[in-house]
């Protein structure tokens, strides 16, 4: 017996409203491990971390699920830019998920979104990596926005780095 038309299950209940959600893929000429690496281990990620001109002089990580990683991002013009996260998710070398949230002058969290970065190999014998950046969901299009330009400005000092080593 068919279901009828009313009954029938509907794929598109659920959805995330589009213009708050990020996604940003890469394709990096270095190993998948590498890539990772860049993301978890300190020393690495305050080489590539952040839109152009930022630096990073605070980074502490805790990297297992449950652990935070917070730093601290200096613009050009010598503005702090202070965040929370806490991993989610970390499956070496091929996913990272963890909160994100902007920390104010008054030491008072910002809303929280999902950061989840997927790295597959790619190219001959896994040469490249493939990056995939999914961030949500954002309180405006506009935060959306801005984040897009920092991940994208901060993803091509990655790649710079990763493909460097």
Do not use: N
């Not at 605070?58 to 965040?83: A, I, V």
């Not at 001959?124 to 299009?141: C, M, R, V, Y």
């Not at 994208?152 to 990763?162: E, F, G, I, K, T």
């Amino acid at each position: 017996m068919a279901a009828s038309p009313e009954l029938a299950p509907k794929a598109d209940l659920i959805r995330e409203p589009k213009d708050r959600v990020l996604v940003i893929e890469r394709l990096l000429d270095a190993p998948r491990k590498l890539v990772f690496k860049a993301w978890t281990v300190p020393e690495h990620l305050v080489r590539w971390w952040g839109p152009h001109g930022f630096s990073l002089p605070y980074c502490k990580m805790e990297l297992k699920p449950g652990g935070s990683f917070r730093c601290t991002m200096l613009s050009p013009e010598g503005t702090e830019h202070r965040l929370s996260c806490v991993y989610r998710e970390i499956v070496a070398p091929e996913k990272l998920s963890f909160t994100w949230t902007w920390i104010d002058e008054e030491d008072q969290p910002g809303p929280e979104t999902l950061v989840t970065v997927l790295l597959e190999e790619a190219g001959d014998q896994g040469a490249q990596t493939k990056l995939t950046l999914h961030q949500a969901i954002f309180e405006s299009d506009t935060a959306c926005a801005a984040h897009g330009d920092g991940w994208s400005q901060s993803l091509d000092r990655l790649v710079a780095y990763v493909e460097s080593l």
